[in-house]
């Protein structure tokens, strides 16, 4: 295989794929086009890519399609977080699985009027039901800026494990400084033990 | 102003409601924006900005009373 080229990709899990819910909202599982649309306004958010740690301050957007991959229901998730009630999409979830079990994870809640009313709490709680009853998900994973003070307000509360800290490990295009970064983990199965779920079958 | 007093005012409580068992995982008045707050007026007291480590510290009182005797 040279370059990718031929290179399989893996079917939609029909499991993963399936929508979910909360209490407040739908987490729509979008396609490539839809999960675009959904995070376009980021690519010229300061804050939403200092925070993403993206390399550039700002995208056009073509080169912010191409940042967005390929969502395929096997490896790359994103989903929409839909107000059930008011309609209309306030926020993004990304997840990226690897093949040893690994999700990445990531959430912007743009509508800023949201902020501040648990919206990382009830999503990622419901995006962690969903895929850790998955026997692919082994392990979760995320990667917050030190002063991004909310994030790891959220992932302390969920019982994340804090697992390291990089110095410097970022240089912020928007800032033009170096940043800290912290690292987090949740094994799939303390997550279930934790919320009492069943294991994969 | 105490540690109690400045958890308090970031968790927007009255200063009787904090106490050793006032935290991150089971006080319903410490959401992410109380967090905020939390964290800023710490630095602000201090005088300086909170290293990472000192940021991650900050889930109940006795963290925070910690944190500004130490300094």
């Known amino acids: 295989m040279v370059l990718g080229i031929g290179k399989k990709r893996p079917p939609p ?11 407040r909202f739908h987490l729509v599982n979008c396609n490539r086009s839809e999960a675009i649309k959904v995070t376009l306004p980021w690519r010229v958010d300061p804050e939403v890519l200092h925070n993403l740690m993206m390399g ?14 390929k969502p395929d229901g096997a490896t790359l998730f994103y989903h929409g977080i839909v107000d059930r009630h008011a309609g209309g999409t306030i926020g993004t979830h990304r997840l990226n699985l690897d093949r ?25 709680t ?7 009853r998955s026997e692919k998900v082994n392990r979760f994973y995320g990667r917050v800026l030190s002063r991004n003070f909310s994030s790891i307000y959220n992932y302390t509360k969920l019982g994340f494990r804090l697992i390291g ?6 240089l912020s295009p928007i800032t033009d400084e170096y940043c800290d970064t912290m690292h987090y983990e949740m094994l799939a199965k303390d997550w279930r033990d934790k919320r009492g779920l069943e294991a994969p079958t | 102003m105490s540690a ?26 410490w959401d992410s924006l109380a967090h905020f707050r939390l964290v800023l007026a710490v630095e602000e007291k201090l005088g300086r900005k909170l290293d990472p480590v ?18």
Request: charged share 20%.
């Open chain 1, 13 to 23: 899990d029909p499991y993963l794929i399936k929508p979910i819910k909360t209490e």
């Open chain 1, 126 to 132: 419901a995006i962690l039901d969903h895929f850790s």
């Open chain 1, 56 to 69: 550039k301050p700002s995208y056009s957007k073509y080169a912010w399609a191409r940042n967005v991959g």
């Open chain 2, 54 to 71: 000192e940021i991650v510290s900050l889930v109940d009182l006795a963290a925070v009373e910690g944190l500004l005797n130490r300094s």
């Open chain 2, 4 to 29: 109690a007093t400045l958890l308090a005012e970031a968790l927007n409580v009255p200063s009787a409601e904090v106490d050793g068992s006032t935290s991150l995982s089971d006080t319903a008045a």
């Open chain 1, 165 to 170: 800290h990089d110095r410097q490990a970022w």
């Open chain 1, 100 to 124: 040893s079990g690994n999700a990445s994870m990531a959430i912007v809640v743009h509508a800023r009027h949201f902020w501040g009313k648990d919206v990382f709490d009830e999503v990622r």
